[in-house]
């Protein structure tokens, strides 16, 4: 990798899976316990906060009992020691990366472990459950939500996404099914840049076709291999 300056690295829940988070789509799959349209959607906010704040206080404490795997180890070693721009872009909402010390890190769908206000736009760091109707406080009112990007939303830092993959020399994607946009047309933005691109999945995604290269299995595996 010496002639590469610029990394963009995307994660999906594939990343975390061997740390015991279950992913989205496989079977047992987190969205299996329930459709996507009743949890992650500003209209099932709407309809059930309960439910959906719920949905999200049960992920937020089964934080507790997960750990960084070796993929998100590997990847924290490779960005304290990359020399040039390096960026993770998970789309994940746990805080993995971050625990095993990774900094050049942006959550594009939100966090567990943060709270939006609905009314003053304000993020707050958040541990505990989040009830509906919770004050903000910074503005008061009773109008914090999770902290989650729900299908219809605009994904957070777009613009810094879209100025990382203009200047790519290399796009990697480890452990995501390539079904949600705008995140799986990121390998297509990196290789119109000219960028090179790598997956790493346990099984190829939607978006496979799209990658020069490919690495199927374990990403606890495969990161680790890639990076050391
Ligand atoms: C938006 C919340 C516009 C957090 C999530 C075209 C362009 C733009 C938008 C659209 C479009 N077409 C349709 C849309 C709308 C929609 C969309 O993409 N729908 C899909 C279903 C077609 N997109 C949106 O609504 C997005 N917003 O476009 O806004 C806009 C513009 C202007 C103004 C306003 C709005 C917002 C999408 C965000 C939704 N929120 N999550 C949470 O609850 O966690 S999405 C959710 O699924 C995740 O966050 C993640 O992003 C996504 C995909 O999941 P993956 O991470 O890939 O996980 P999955 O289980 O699917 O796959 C796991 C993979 O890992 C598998 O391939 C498996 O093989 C692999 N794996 C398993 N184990 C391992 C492994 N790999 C390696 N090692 C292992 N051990």
């Known amino acids: 990798m010496a002639s590469l300056r610029n990394l963009v690295i995307l994660t999906g829940a594939g990343v975390s899976a061997e740390s015991g988070i279950a992913t989205f789509r496989g079977p047992g799959g987190l969205w299996e316990g329930h459709r996507v349209e009743d949890v992650c959607t500003p209209e099932a906010l709407a309809r059930d906060p309960e439910l959906v704040h719920r949905f999200y206080d049960l992920r937020r404490a089964a934080l507790e009992t997960v750990q960084p795997n070796a993929a998100h180890h590997a990847l924290a070693r490779l960005d304290a020691a990359w020399p040039g721009e390096l960026l993770v872009v998970t789309q994940n909402v746990d805080d993995l990366h971050e625990r095993a010390g990774a900094t050049r890190l942006l959550h594009m769908h939100g966090e567990l472990r943060s709270a939006l206000c609905a009314a003053c736009g304000v993020r707050e760091r958040w541990e505990e459950a989040l009830p509906p109707e919770s004050e903000c ?5 009773l109008a914090l939500r999770p902290d989650i ?4 939303e605009m994904p957070y830092a777009m613009e810094r996404i879209e100025a990382a993959l203009a200047d790519a020399d290399l796009f990697v994607s480890i452990g995501t099914s390539g079904a949600v946009y705008p995140a799986a047309g990121f390998v297509q933005t990196a290789r119109h840049h000219g960028a090179a691109t790598l997956e790493m999945n ?8 799209w990658f020069e ?16």
């Open 213 to 228: 290269a490919s690495r199927m299995g374990p990403a606890g595996t495969l990161v680790p291999a890639w990076v050391d």
């Open 202 to 209: 346990l099984e190829p995604s939607g978006g496979s076709h």
């Open 149 to 152: 990007v729900f299908f219809g």
């Open 137 to 141: 406080p910074n503005c008061g009112m």
